[in-house]
């Protein structure tokens, strides 16, 4: 079992940019992955990044992609998301959710999901 703690959520203006942690509590594999999803009001939850643990191998929506950088520190179990240029469309509840995976291929292919935390980002 996985314990997910997110946080660096806030209010910012467009353009601005904004730093999301997640914290695991407990050892994770090498085979394990780390991803990013998001929900909007009235949205289906969306992929937003993902890395592999072991080999660093990043993967990012199109949305998202040049703008944010998915990154870990392995002493402290912890992915972060680092998003710049924000844009109002970012708007979002994000969550942090761990695959037992290599790389997973969909929503369902994470097993722990975090809390969320909202970003709201202002025109």
């Known amino acids: 079992q996985v314990q997910l703690v997110e946080s660096g959520g806030g209010l910012v203006q467009a353009g601005d940019s904004l730093r999301l942690s997640c914290a695991a509590s407990?050892?994770?594999?090498?085979?394990?992955?780390m991803g990013w999803f998001r929900q909007a009001l009235g949205k289906e939850r969306e992929f937003v990044a993902v890395?592999?643990?072991?080999?660093?191998?990043?993967y990012y929506a199109d949305s998202v992609k040049g703008r944010f950088t998915i990154s870990r520190d392995n002493a402290k179990n912890t992915v972060y998301l680092q998003m710049n240029s924000l844009k109002p469309e970012d708007t979002a509840v994000y969550y942090c959710?761990?695959?037992?995976?290599?790389?997973?291929?969909?929503?369902?292919?994470?097993?722990?999901w975090g809390q969320g935390t909202q970003v709201t980002v202002s025109s």
């Open positions: 959710a761990v695959s037992q995976r290599f790389l997973p291929a969909g929503f369902y292919d994470y097993d722990y």
């Open positions: 407990a050892r994770t594999f090498s085979s394990y992955a």
């Open positions: 890395i592999n643990w072991s080999a660093g191998r990043r």
